[in-house]
T-cell receptor, first 112, second 115 residues
C-alpha cells in the first residue's frame, strides 16, 4: 500500500491552456474524491466516484472541468481553457465505505 | 446541509503546554467527524475520526477529541505540545448515512508552537 498518488505535484500553465491531473487511489478503495484548496482555506469538494460511476458533482465544477475514472481505478481531472481563478491545490482522496478519506499530496496549479 | 466552524484561525502555545483547537459543527443528520493535519505543501493526514460509539476518540501523535452532541462540538486536544505539532489543522464533517460521503471542512487553524 503506497497511499494515494497524484501527478504532477506542480503545474504552471498559461491562461487558456488545458491541463490534466492524475490520481491513483489506494488499490482496495472503491471511492475516489477530488477537492480544491485555495490559499488559507479548507478543501472544497468537487466530485466523487464510487468505482467508475461519478455520483456527485459540486456546483464549483464548471463546464470547463471534467473528471473520469475509467475501470474504477485511477482518475483524471481535466480543466479546459484555464483561468487565473483556477490556481489552487487540487487534492485527491480515496476511501472504503465509512473509513475516512486518505489524501494524496496534491497537485498545485498556477495559471499565469 | 452540513457546516463546520473552527474558532481561532491561529493558535499559539508553548512547547509542553496543552493544545486545544475548537470545532463546532452543524448537521441535519448524525455526523461523522474528523480532524486532519496539513504540513506545508502537503496533503492532509487523518489524525482521528468519530463515527459511532465511544465519544472520546484517540488519534495519532497523542491527539484526542471528544464528540459532544449537546454542544455540537468536536474539540481537538493534546496534553503537551511538541515543536513538530506546528501545522494547519482542519476539522471536517460528513453525513452518517451508513456509508462514507464527501467531507465538509472548516477553514482551518494554524498551530504555532514556541519554545
Amino acid at each position: 500500500d503506497t497511499g494515494v498518488s497524484q501527478d504532477p505535484r506542480h503545474k504552471i500553465t498559461k491562461r487558456g491552456q488545458n491541463v490534466t491531473f492524475r490520481c491513483d487511489p489506494i488499490s482496495e478503495h472503491n471511492r475516489l474524491y477530488w477537492y480544491r484548496q485555495t490559499l488559507g482555506q479548507g478543501p472544497e469538494f468537487l466530485t466523487y466516484f464510487q468505482n467508475e460511476a461519478q455520483l456527485e458533482k459540486s456546483r464549483l465544477l464548471s463546464d470547463r472541468f471534467s473528471a473520469e475514472r475509467p475501470k474504477g481505478s485511477f482518475s483524471t481531472l481535466e480543466i479546459q481553457r484555464t483561468e487565473q481563478g483556477d490556481s489552487a491545490m487540487y487534492l485527491c482522496a480515496s476511501s472504503l465505505l465509512g473509513a475516512g478519506e486518505a489524501f494524496g499530496s496534491g497537485t498545485r496549479l498556477t495559471v499565469v | 446541509a452540513q457546516s463546520v466552524t473552527q474558532l481561532g484561525s491561529h493558535v499559539s502555545v508553548s512547547e509542553g503546554a496543552l493544545v486545544l483547537l475548537r470545532c463546532n459543527y452543524s448537521s441535519s443528520v448524525p455526523p461523522y467527524l474528523f480532524w486532519y493535519v496539513q504540513y506545508p505543501n502537503q496533503g492532509l493526514q487523518l489524525l482521528l475520526k468519530y463515527t459511532t460509539g465511544a465519544t472520546l476518540v484517540k488519534g495519532i501523535n497523542g491527539f484526542e477529541a471528544e464528540f459532544k452532541k449537546s454542544e455540537t462540538s468536536f474539540h481537538l486536544t493534546k496534553p503537551s505540545a511538541h515543536m513538530s505539532d506546528a501545522a494547519e489543522y482542519f476539522c471536517a464533517v460528513s453525513a452518517n448515512t451508513g456509508t462514507a460521503s464527501k467531507l465538509t471542512f472548516g477553514t482551518g487553524t494554524r498551530l504555532q508552537v514556541t519554545l
